[in-house]
């Protein structure tokens, strides 16, 4: 794909496939690196399909082992898109341009890491996003929950994203800056009974004395 293709993406506005994704850059914390490997990545199929594209390839690499990027939900990708004056493009527009780019197996498959580390990419969005005053108290408080959770094998067998909501949710709880189930639901790209269920299989570890200091 040459990334000087112009594209009309925004209305009565052009950018190139490369101007697009620096101008998303500091909001999905893409390196120069990131761009040039999405780039390189997205096949033109069709003109006026290369938007989705595009997009849809941005979420396959959010998701891929060689990305640094936390694998957000298609709704937060689409509403941080938006939020940039991309209003053509949708959260079923970028599932259509994912479930398009998935048959043609360009993307390594998302490589598990451990879950504190996976909590740490979060960590540039949890202050932007749920608009966070001491982000590093947060991140702290949960990544201490989930530690302990996972040695006494509370809700063993869960998803690692739904896991780290709730004990986000908990942190949030613990730390005097309460935000909503659904906010922490769609920043983590889980669902709200998702972190219900595990929040309250947790809900003991509210007090846990170290974790309220």
């Not at 040039?36 to 997205?42: E, H």
């Not at 849809?56 to 004056?85: D, E, N, Q, Y």
């Amino acid at each position: 794909m040459n990334p000087d293709t112009l594209l009309v993406v925004k209305e009565g506005e052009r950018k190139t496939a490369k101007e697009i994704l620096t101008d998303l850059s500091a909001d999905l914390c893409l390196t120069e690196t990131d761009i040039q490997y999405i780039l390189s990545r997205t096949p033109e199929i069709r003109s006026d399909l290369y938007s989705e594209n595009l997009l849809g390839s941005v979420a396959l690499f959010i998701r891929c082992s060689k990305s640094k990027v936390p694998p957000m939900s298609f709704k937060l990708l689409s509403k941080i898109v938006c939020s940039k004056g991309y209003n053509t493009i949708t959260e079923y527009s970028i599932i259509r341009g994912v479930r398009r780019l998935r048959k043609r197996k360009i993307y390594p498959p998302y490589c598990p890491v451990r879950i504190t580390d996976l909590l740490i990419t979060y960590a540039p969005f949890i202050k932007r996003i749920l608009q966070i005053k001491d982000e590093v108290t947060i991140i702290a408080k949960t990544k201490k929950i989930l530690e302990i959770t996972e040695e006494s094998g509370v809700v063993r067998g869960k998803s690692p994203l739904g896991k780290i909501a709730s004990a986000l949710y908990i942190a949030l709880i613990l730390s005097g800056e309460h935000r909503s189930q659904s906010e922490v639901a769609m920043l983590m790209g889980v669902s709200e009974t998702t972190i219900r269920t595990i929040y309250q299989e947790m809900s003991e570890l509210l007090y846990i004395p170290e974790l309220l200091e």
